[in-house]
């Protein structure tokens, strides 16, 4: 039995080919649990990682849980039908534990290989949903997946000169298709992948996101439902 009452059958028929990392932004573990749990607070995810390390199962990954809400990246508009939500306990103010994010190396091969979900397909939720979620936040380490294969980070190189629609347009074939402001789409990448940068697009935000968007354009990477 499932220990999350909140989930559904994917719509159309759809497989999990994305999987979405959040942070719960509760007090304790025990508080998200019992959130996710809720009947009537109608959240859930698939999987729930303490800052011990200790992995719950919620949901069966091949039904609908409901973790992503409004959002897009590339083609998929609803993501909670194509993707695994993982959450992590953290308040969204202090690092990660190590053994949590271990516990995370050790469960995400599995749903990579289950569901053939690639590297470049493991997103935050911030990613989907620019300008309304900022989970996993800046002090998830992305860095640390992609070393292990789990994740992806781009190499800096040239761009092109730096200005707001050139930016959004190679955003959008990364992935950041969702409809939001520059500045929202700017403020995700830049969450992920520059943590702390400020100001307008620059140089360096051209060449990390031509290198995303070259090495993994979202059509190319995105399988059919």
Same mark, same amino acid.
């Given at each position: 039995?499932?220990?999350?009452?909140n989930? $559904?059958?994917?719509? !159309? $028929?759809a497989?999990?080919?994305?999987?979405?990392?959040?942070?719960?932004?509760?007090?304790?573990?025990?508080?998200?649990l019992?959130? !996710?749990?809720?009947?009537?607070?109608?959240?859930?995810?698939?999987?729930?990682?303490?800052g011990?390390?200790?992995?719950?199962?919620?949901?069966p990954?091949?039904?609908?849980?409901?973790?992503? $809400?409004? &959002?897009?990246? &590339?083609?998929?508009?609803?993501v909670?039908?194509?993707?695994? &939500?993982?959450?992590l306990?953290?308040?969204?103010?202090?690092?990660?534990? &190590?053994?949590?994010?271990?516990?995370?190396?050790?469960?995400?091969?599995?749903?990579?290989?289950?569901?053939?979900v690639?590297?470049?397909?493991?997103?935050g939720?911030?990613?989907?949903?620019?300008?309304?979620?900022?989970?996993? $936040?800046?002090?998830?380490?992305?860095?640390?997946?992609?070393?292990?294969?789990l994740?992806?980070?781009p190499?800096?190189?040239?761009?092109?000169?730096?200005g707001?629609?050139?930016?959004?347009?190679?955003?959008r074939?990364?992935?950041y298709?969702?409809?939001?402001?520059?500045?929202?789409?700017?403020?995700?990448?830049?969450?992920?992948?520059?943590?702390?940068?400020?100001?307008?697009?620059d140089?360096?935000d051209?060449?990390?996101?031509a290198?995303?968007?070259?090495?993994?354009p979202?059509?190319?990477?995105?399988p059919?439902?």
């Amino acid at each position: 039995m499932p220990l999350s009452p909140n989930h $559904g059958p994917r719509r !159309l $028929g759809a497989r999990p080919d994305l999987v979405v990392i959040h942070f719960t932004a509760m007090e304790s573990h025990d508080a998200a649990l019992a959130r !996710l749990c809720d009947p009537t607070a109608e959240v859930s995810a698939h999987w729930l990682i303490s800052g011990t390390g200790d992995v719950t199962a919620l949901v069966p990954e091949e039904r609908r849980a409901w973790h992503a $809400g409004a &959002g897009r990246w &590339g083609a998929v508009d609803d993501v909670n039908s194509r993707s695994i &939500g993982i959450e992590l306990y953290n308040r969204g103010d202090h690092p990660f534990a &190590g053994p949590q994010m271990a516990a995370l190396e050790e469960l995400l091969p599995g749903i990579m290989a289950r569901w053939r979900v690639p590297p470049e397909r493991i997103i935050g939720h911030s990613d989907m949903a620019p300008g309304r979620k900022d989970d996993p $936040g800046p002090r998830f380490d992305w860095q640390r997946l992609a070393r292990r294969g789990l994740s992806i980070w781009p190499e800096p190189g040239p761009g092109g000169a730096p200005g707001p629609h050139a930016f959004d347009d190679l955003a959008r074939q990364f992935g950041y298709t969702a409809d939001v402001t520059h500045a929202q789409r700017l403020a995700a990448f830049r969450l992920r992948f520059r943590p702390y940068a400020t100001g307008p697009v620059d140089a360096t935000d051209m060449g990390l996101i031509a290198d995303l968007a070259h090495r993994f354009p979202v059509d190319r990477t995105a399988p059919a439902s």
